[in-house]
């Protein structure tokens, strides 16, 4: 089944300690990105992967980071969580090097720093 | 960078009656316009877009307009049914790369 998948699901954590979400697709797409849905404001684009190797800065990449090895994985890190990344993300993938593509959400993570 | 408002921010409609979102955008590069529908607890889809060479698409019941001179474009869902009833997003694209969303409608048809 083509799809987008997100681990953990749901995460709390203290202000400080590193973690990892981990993104990954099975459809062989171009195209990832990390968005931040917070009430009030939609989604945010944290970052983004046009190929391999290759990641850009969206609207809100401060205190995050991503890394593209593989074509097929592209995990979220937050070096040091603190409250105000409390949110929900998620992870999203299109077949074009472009975003004039669907482009195919994952379920989700709702992480909560303390 | 592109800054995409979007109105209203809650909907209610009588069922079989029709829905409207309008959306502004900022930047005039953008030329790629989605709607995003996400239900309770789920995550966003893709209902319909629109690019900037074409003023008008239609699926079934949705619909959405592009006005590129007023940088503003349109939802429209016609015969609200129960299962319409969530959170919709517009979004636009200043760039080729990047995909910038408004904060959303809750629309909530009533029975």
């Known amino acids: 089944e083509a799809q987008v998948t997100q681990n953990p699901r749901y995460l709390i954590t203290v202000t400080g300690k590193k973690l990892t979400v981990t993104c990954s697709q099975n459809m062989n797409h171009e195209y990832m990105s990390w968005y931040r849905q917070d009430p009030g404001l939609g989604l945010r684009q944290i970052y983004y992967s046009m190929n391999v190797e290759v990641t850009d800065k969206g609207d809100v990449p401060e205190g995050y980071k991503v890394s593209r090895k593989e074509k097929r994985n592209f995990p979220l890190i937050l070096e040091s969580p603190s409250p105000n990344q409390t949110s929900l993300y998620f992870c999203?993938?299109?077949?074009?090097?472009?975003?004039?593509?669907?482009?195919?959400f994952g379920p989700g993570t709702r992480l909560l720093v303390l | 960078g592109e800054n995409v408002e979007q109105h209203p921010s809650t909907l209610s409609v009588q069922e079989g009656d029709s829905a409207v979102i309008k959306c502004t955008y900022s930047d005039s590069a953008s030329n790629y316009f989605p709607w995003y529908k996400q239900e309770l607890g789920k995550r966003p889809q893709l209902i319909i877009d629109?690019?900037?060479?074409?003023g008008e698409k239609k699926d079934q019941r949705i619909a959405v307009t592009l006005n590129k001179t007023a940088k503003h474009f349109s939802l429209h869902i016609t015969e609200t049914q129960p299962e319409d009833s969530a959170v919709y997003f517009c979004a636009a694209n200043p760039n080729d790369y990047k995909l910038s969303f408004g904060a959303g409608t809750t629309v909530t048809v009533r029975a």
């Open positions: 629109i690019r900037s060479n074409v």
């Open positions: 999203a993938s299109s077949r074009s090097t472009r975003t004039q593509e669907t482009q195919y």
